[in-house]
Every structure is written in structure tokens, then in C-alpha cells.
């Protein structure tokens, strides 16, 4: 028998469940809703796909390994040069390579509960104890209380603005006045993968891309109001310190030569970004002003989802369950350490009024 890690052991390995293609198998509804990831449900920038087609006749080719053409338009874009850029196989993989290069063994990260799970996994895969302070009663992030949980011990901090599940938003003062406290040794990761929805929501959403400290490092993704999730981009702005370090541990020749082209394109699309914002805006004024009517304790977002409070983890389960048996599939938040709440994505306008439909059949249902 090969011996494992203890971590590696430890980890649970992934369970194919269904696949979001295939979860409503041998059931035969009318309509459907995939309301579960916060995916773009208006599609991906027919200029990305144009890019993609054209792309795709070079698949033979290996991809610019520096990604200079999309770095250098994601430099124009942030006011900055391509030497703060890095660019990866999802803006996971850039925290995925965070941990690689900078963490040494005893080192600790620092972040908040209920917060995005990846970080939880990539910690645990990578043997890093993660620190975790407790959200606001608003189901936001406790600023403060993260402050105090620094150590000598501390490698870096995580900051989700605006945060996945919750919706939650950091302010620009906040940002600014902790981000200001943290000792220059200490990473600051600041994973803005909503940016594009907080900053058509609020003029308040702090964007850290301009922020240009040693220690800062801000990613963000073209997997949501892109709608690239399946092509696997996002990107950081940083330190050159910070950017040089992580090309020095990136995989050569990520991402792909069509998702380096999807970006390029996809950021020339300014008509689509805007249709994804303006259809995110009104889904959260319908979601808001229906589950008022059906008193539905739910958290305001900056983000393209929005998370009901059900109460109870038996009530989450049991409304979950009710609208999947009803053709409509949201995210259950017990691995994000919510189990009492569930996130729900706006999708279309259709699939808005599906899951409102369904949510009030199952609310009346009064199921716990
Ligand atoms: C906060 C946050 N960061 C990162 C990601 C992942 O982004 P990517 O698809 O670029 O890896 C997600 C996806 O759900 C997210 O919610």
C-alpha cells in the first residue's frame, strides 16, 4: 500500500454526484433553472465565442506561455503594466499556486467563516492552518476580528469582497483602513471574483486593483459576469514582486490558447458585460422585492446570487430538496459552514420567475 500525507488522507476525495448537466435526469419538467454556481446563465460574449472558433483551428500550437497580449489588455484595463499581471487556469489556480509559492510549513492563513470553500480545501491540501474569525450577525465580514487573529505565525489574509456566499460587501473605507493596519510581510489576497456586479451596485465597492502595495495581490475571474466559467480564466493584479513569484511556480503553458484569446475578446465586449449587469440588477430587485412577500429572511448582495436565511439546517435541506423535486437546483451551503442557509443564483428573467414560483409552492408547504 503507497502511504499518503496525513492531509492528503484527510481529504475527502470528489464525489461524483450529478453533473449540473445531467441533475435533472429521468425527471421530465417543463421548465428548468440551474441556479447553483453563480454562472452567467446569458451565455458567454459572442465575441469570445468568435475567438474561441478562430482559436481553436491552432489548437496544435502551445499557448503564449507569457499570455502577454491578454496581460498587456488587462494592464491597459487597470491602469497598470503587464508586469503586475499574472494570468491563470481560473482564478483558482492563481490561489492555487498563492499557497504554492509562498507558504512555508507553519506558516497560517487568516480569513472568515463562511466564506468561499475553496480556501478551505487549498489549506487543507496544502497542510496550512487556517484561522478562521466568525461573520457580523449581517453575515459579513468581521474586519476586526481578523485583525486580532494575527500572529508571528501569519503568512497572509483572505478577503472575499464581495463574499461568496453571504453577498457581503467590504466598504472602500474598511478595505482601506485595514489594509493599512497589516504588517508589509503579510499577504493581503483580495479575491474579487464579483467585482464586475458589486461595482454596477454600488459606488462604494472598493476596487483593489488600484490599490498597487507590495503585499496586495487582487484576484479576479472572467468565469462570472464574463460567463467563461468552462473555459477557465481569471487573472491577478499585483505586486511585480508578487507576479513575479507566482510565474516562477505557474504550470508553462496555462491557460490554453483559447482561453487567452476568449479573454482578449471577451474584454472588447463591453454591450455583453453590460446586458450580464443591467439582467443581474433586475433579478436582485425581483428576488429582494418577492422574498419580501414571502418574508423570507435574506441578505442583500453585491453579487450575482443572494442567500435566504431558512432558519434551520433541516428547513435549508428540506426546501432544497423541494425545489430540485420541482426542476429548480440552488446551492445548499453546509461545506461553506451555512447549512441553515442556501444561495440562489440570478439567472434569466425565466428562470427567476421559475425559482420565485417554485419557492412559494414550497414556502406554502410550511415543510419543517
Ligand atoms: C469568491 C470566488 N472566487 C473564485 C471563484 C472561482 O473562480 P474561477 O472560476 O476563476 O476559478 C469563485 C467561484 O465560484 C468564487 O465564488
Not at 69 to 92: C, E, V, Y
Not at 140 to 150: C, G, K, V
Not at 290 to 302: C, G, H, I, K
Amino acid at each position: 500500500m503507497i502511504e499518503l500525507p496525513n492531509n492528503i488522507a484527510a481529504l475527502q476525495s470528489y464525489k461524483p454526484g450529478k453533473a449540473v448537466d445531467n441533475v435533472f435526469e429521468g425527471k421530465n419538467f417543463e421548465k428548468t433553472a440551474i441556479l447553483s454556481s453563480n454562472e452567467n446563465n446569458l451565455g458567454t460574449s459572442p465575441k469570445a465565442i468568435e475567438a474561441i472558433q478562430k482559436a481553436a483551428c491552432n489548437s496544435f500550437l502551445y499557448p503564449d506561455p507569457s499570455g502577454m497580449k491578454l496581460r498587456k489588455k488587462l494592464a491597459a484595463k487597470h491602469f497598470t503594466t503587464p508586469d503586475n499581471i499574472i494570468i491563470g487556469n481560473g482564478s483558482d489556480g492563481i490561489l492555487s499556486n498563492i499557497f504554492k509559492a509562498f507558504f512555508r510549513p507553519g506558516d497560517e492563513l487568516i480569513s472568515s467563516k463562511g466564506s468561499f470553500v475553496a480556501v478551505n480545501v487549498m489549506t487543507k491540501l496544502n497542510n496550512i492552518p487556517y484561522l478562521q474569525a466568525p461573520l457580523t450577525n449581517e453575515y459579513a465580514f468581521d474586519l476586526e476580528a481578523i485583525y486580532q487573529l494575527l500572529s508571528p505565525k501569519t503568512k497572509a489574509v483572505y478577503l472575499c469582497n464581495p463574499n461568496n456566499p453571504t453577498g457581503t460587501m467590504i466598504s472602500k473605507k474598511a478595505i482601506e483602513e485595514f489594509i493599512a493596519k497589516i504588517p508589509a510581510h503579510i499577504l493581503i489576497i483580495i479575491d474579487e471574483a464579483y467585482a464586475e456586479f458589486a461595482s454596477s451596485l454600488s459606488n462604494d465597492f472598493p476596487d483593489t486593483t488600484q490599490i498597487n502595495l507590495p503585499n496586495v495581490i487582487t484576484l479576479r475571474t472572467f468565469s462570472k459576469a464574463f460567463g467563461m466559467a468552462g473555459l477557465r480564466l481569471g487573472y491577478g493584479v499585483g505586486s511585480k514582486f508578487i507576479v513575479e513569484t507566482l510565474m516562477k511556480v505557474k504550470l508553462t503553458f496555462n491557460p490554453s490558447i483559447i482561453a487567452q484569446a476568449a479573454g482578449v475578446a471577451a474584454l472588447e465586449d463591453l454591450e455583453f458585460m453590460d446586458q450580464t449587469v443591467q439582467m443581474n440588477k433586475a433579478g436582485l430587485a425581483f428576488y429582494y422585492k418577492s422574498f419580501d412577500e414571502m418574508s423570507l429572511n435574506y441578505v442583500p448582495s453585491f453579487g450575482n446570487f443572494v442567500m435566504v436565511d431558512m432558519g434551520t439546517t433541516e428547513k435549508a435541506n428540506a426546501i432544497f430538496k423541494a425545489l430540485l423535486d420541482r426542476g429548480v437546483f440552488v446551492r445548499g451551503l453546509s461545506f461553506f459552514q451555512l447549512p441553515h442557509c442556501l444561495r440562489i443564483t440570478v439567472g434569466l428573467k425565466e428562470e427567476c420567475e421559475l425559482l420565485v414560483e417554485k419557492l412559494k409552492d414550497v414556502n406554502e408547504l410550511q415543510l419543517i
